[in-house]
């Protein structure tokens, strides 16, 4: 069963800080994918990386994954309150088949 | 294009009751999934579909069904609802595979009394 760990599980922060979201695992990846979710709504797709070492950026928000495929990290500068929710990194396997292991969540809030 | 839509919003069952739960695209994806999430859980993957005409299991699969009525709709079935089945159900789908990333629907909170 492969395994995603994601750190800090919660963070508080005011607006302008800027902050470091982790996911690591002991497992290879094809692809890493991070989403946000806000109450009551599905997870959002916000970038998927697949080659080991490729950098993303999506605005204030850079996504790295690692050389080795097994973590990753996203990045926010600036936070702004709109940045607030849980933020969800999920692996796709080396396989053939089509299931995601998501990490259980980095819950943010951002507060002016 | 609304792209991933599941009914009803919200739902509440005594226990031994029985449903369905419906999910459709419209972005003519091939892989649709069905999860469960709750509190310290995460999301947990409860069937798949890789193509239409396929399901297999996901990681906790017991005391559910699924169809894969066509290419756009998947429903996930609780034959004889227990408490344990309280949570956020939530439909997603996929180009293929979901390598490239799902896309979720607003999900299903559904309480068992």
């Known amino acids: 069963t492969q395994l995603l760990e994601q750190s800090p599980q919660f963070l508080s922060i005011q607006e302008g800080e800027n902050l470091t979201v982790y996911c690591n695992s002991s497992s290879v990846f094809s692809s890493l994918q991070w989403y946000r979710q806000e109450p009551g709504e599905g997870p959002v797709l916000l970038v998927t990386v697949v080659t080991g070492g490729e950098v993303k950026k999506l605005k204030r928000l850079t996504f790295q994954f690692g050389d080795a495929r097994k973590d990753s990290s996203l990045h926010i500068t600036a936070a702004q309150p709109g940045d607030t929710g849980l933020y969800l990194c999920a692996g796709a396997g080396t396989g053939t088949a089509s299931k995601l292991t998501f990490g259980t969540g980095t819950r943010l809030q951002v507060t002016l | 294009n609304a792209g991933v839509t599941q009914t009803p919003k919200f739902q509440v069952l005594k226990t031994g009751q029985s449903m369905t739960l419906q999910c459709a695209q419209d972005?003519?994806?091939?892989?649709m999934y069905w999860y469960r999430q709750d509190p310290g859980m995460g999301l947990r993957l409860i069937y798949y579909s890789a193509s239409e005409g396929t399901t297999d299991k996901g990681e906790v699969p017991n005391g559910y069904n699924v169809s894969r009525l066509n290419k756009r709709e998947f429903s996930l079935r609780l034959e004889s609802a227990a408490p344990s089945q309280t949570s956020v159900y939530f439909c997603?789908?996929?180009?293929?595979?979901?390598?490239?990333?799902?896309?979720f629907g607003p999900g299903t909170r559904l309480t068992v009394t």
């Open positions: 972005m003519n994806h091939n892989s």
């Open positions: 997603a789908s996929s180009v293929n595979r979901g390598r490239e990333g799902q896309y």
